[in-house]
């Protein structure tokens, strides 16, 4: 094994990270390509899309210790809620066709491919994402701040994840 630091240069985040909210996928394990390609693409549509996973620590004392020590405990994922563009006029405008599939209530996994152009590279057999099972909440409106300008009209969804995700899933054909 080398002695030598690691130094790996990175990987570009911006514009590479693909977003699919899928409504059935039959093997979480093996998630196959037209299930993913069935998807409704959220990537340009959204403005962030920010999970993050806590685990808290458990003390452990017991009378023969001189010193407490400490265990894992579970594990909470959560998605920071989602902002995307709407047209309160026309809720079934296409230009915004994922308005309708992300309805409250809805239930469905979203996919999340990292490391690759999001408007350029498609999906593909042996590329990896990370899945996560959701459930949709409720909408807000963003409030309208007139001295921005050109800003477009947003709303704003509550995410809740509903299950353990599955990070580093290969997609299978």
């Known amino acids: 094994m080398s002695t030598s630091p690691f130094d790996p240069p990175g990987i570009d985040a911006a514009g590479n990270s693909k977003i699919v909210f899928v409504k059935a996928i039959a093997d979480l394990s093996a998630p196959k390509l037209a299930e993913i390609k069935a998807g409704t693409d959220l990537s340009c549509a959204l403005y962030s899309f920010e999970p993050s996973t806590e685990q808290s620590t458990?003390?452990?004392?017991?009378?023969?210790?001189?010193?407490?020590?400490?265990?894992?405990?579970?594990?909470?994922?959560?998605?920071?809620?989602?902002e995307y563009d709407y047209n309160p006029q026309n809720l079934t405008d296409a230009a915004y066709g994922y308005y309708s599939v992300l309805a409250p209530g809805t239930s469905g996994w979203i996919f999340d491919r990292r490391g690759l152009d999001a408007k350029t590279v498609?999906?593909?057999?042996?590329?990896?994402?990370?899945?996560?099972?959701?459930t949709l909440g409720a909408r807000s409106r963003?409030?309208?701040?007139?001295s921005a300008e050109g800003e477009k009209l947003r709303t704003r969804q509550a995410i809740a994840v509903s299950g353990e995700p599955l990070l580093d899933v290969k997609i299978v054909a």
Do not use: N
């Open 122 to 134: 498609d999906f593909a057999v042996d590329q990896i994402v990370d899945i996560y099972p959701v």
């Open 58 to 82: 458990v003390t452990r004392t017991k009378y023969c210790y001189k010193q407490a020590t400490e265990s894992l405990g579970r594990a909470t994922t959560k998605i920071e809620a989602v």
């Open 142 to 146: 963003v409030a309208v701040d007139s």
